[in-house]
């Protein structure tokens, strides 16, 4: 995996970022994305506002049973130092156990409707713990469209929607603010929306990946003139590999609306596409098994993957794999830890060590002579009776487990990838 996409992957807020989306990399964690759809009126336009955090952003306490968390949301929109519409809300999270309080995916989801007349504005959001100091506070500029005559929404991303069938109504649906799937798991929905499309008009929905290759394909139908007509549609995993797609509405070959969407191989964690995912995970399982990822039809990848990830799994009763989350952040510790090597660390043999086979009980560092050659380090194991020594022959800082100690790593290394 290039050594450049590491920090998309541990920060996906990066790749979120790119996508247009809301992001505060914060102890809150918060991602989200306003749409819009039309309103009763010209000037009463429906803005949905979807955030997702992370439970461990909270302050929570407990309350007989359960754990309770509280938040105050503050959704504005603004035109210079103007506010034109605003929502506050108070909102609590409950939970049942210590370790749902300890979440880091996307744990909380918070949704907020604010109207608009056409026009430029400022969205201003503001999230703040009411039992302790974290915050987040985002803002970006939004354009209003008069959404008028002949049109369509952006498609929205949901975990479930009930369709309009007059514009007097408020939109019923649960947005998924990230607009994110995992991969192999779920299936991605989508809401559109269309105002006064011909009766018999057809539009085409597909899903583009990052080669601009259509992976899914279907068809709207408006079956009736109508001044609303509301669509869910669903995007089924087997379809989808990882890595940023775009989703295209367009009619007699012209895009009308697209937005983008990310299929991830776990809600904390963002890749570009399989093959660096399965590059990042070189130390964490047979190289037969990952190739055999890679290998797979792509109708059955996703399955497969389910399939792996499931097997790796310490603890299936947890949303989380435990043993890819202790792999992933020893990743993080040997990029930092053994970067004085010019690569990066977790491609040193000291790197490849340390995530494998984690802390050593006892190092043991030898330095170089007057001519900074012959620098050794030991590391030892207690558990695994396991001394590997590294080597520094050329006086650059490069170490190399000698022949023995990589016999031994290996032989070991083998052991804990069963």
Not at 168 to 187: H, K, W
Not at 286 to 305: C, H, I
Not at 372 to 398: A, E, K, S
């Amino acid at each position: 995996m290039p050594a450049e996409r590491l920090p998309e992957l541990f920060d996906p807020t990066l790749v979120y970022r790119e996508m247009g989306l809301l992001t505060d990399n914060g102890p809150l964690g918060v991602i989200g994305n306003a749409r819009i759809l039309a309103g009763s009126s010209r000037d009463s336009l429906q803005v949905i506002v979807g955030l997702s955090m992370r439970n461990r952003g909270l302050t929570f306490q407990r309350q007989g049973e359960e754990f309770v968390a509280e938040y105050q949301a503050d959704v504005a929109l603004k035109r210079g130092n103007t506010v034109v519409s605003r929502t506050q809300r108070d909102e609590r999270v409950r939970v049942s156990s210590f370790r749902e309080t300890q979440r880091a995916d996307e744990s909380i989801i918070f949704q907020s409707f604010v109207t608009a007349a056409p026009g430029d504005y400022v969205l201003d959001i503001s999230i703040r713990d009411r039992n302790g100091a974290n915050a987040s506070h985002v803002e970006t500029p939004i354009s209003v469209p008069s959404l008028q005559s002949s049109a369509v929404a952006l498609p929205i991303s949901v975990y479930q929607a009930t369709p309009r069938t007059s514009l007097t109504e408020q939109p019923a649906l649960v947005m998924n603010p990230r607009i994110a799937v995992d991969y192999g798991v779920d299936t991605l929905h989508f809401y559109v929306e269309t105002y006064n499309a011909a009766a018999g008009s057809k539009m085409t929905l597909e899903a583009v990946d990052g080669t601009g290759h259509t992976s899914w394909l279907d068809t709207l139908r408006i079956d009736s003139l109508r001044p609303v007509a509301g669509f869910v549609v669903s995007i089924p995993p087997a379809t989808l590999s990882i890595g940023r797609y775009e989703l295209h509405l367009s009619q007699g070959g012209n895009v009308m609306a697209e937005t983008p969407f990310l299929v991830a191989f776990s809600d904390q964690y963002a890749a570009g596409n399989l093959q660096d995912i399965v590059s990042l995970l070189r130390y964490f399982a047979p190289p037969d098994t990952l190739k055999a990822l890679l290998n797979a039809p792509p109708e059955e990848r996703g399955a497969a993957w389910l399939h792996f990830w499931k097997s790796t799994d310490p603890n299936p009763a947890t949303p989380e794999n435990e043993g890819i989350e202790e792999y992933l952040h020893r990743v993080q510790i040997a990029n930092e830890r053994f970067r004085d090597e010019g690569v990066p660390g977790w491609l040193t043999e000291r790197g490849e060590v340390f995530i494998t086979i984690g802390e050593p009980s006892e190092i043991l560092d030898r330095r170089a002579d007057t001519q900074g050659r012959g620098r050794f380090i030991q590391w030892t194991y207690y558990d695994l009776r396991l001394t590997l020594t590294f080597f520094d022959d050329t006086g650059f800082g490069r170490f190399r487990l000698d022949p023995r100690s990589r016999s031994e790593f290996q032989h070991v290394s083998n052991r804990q990838r069963m």
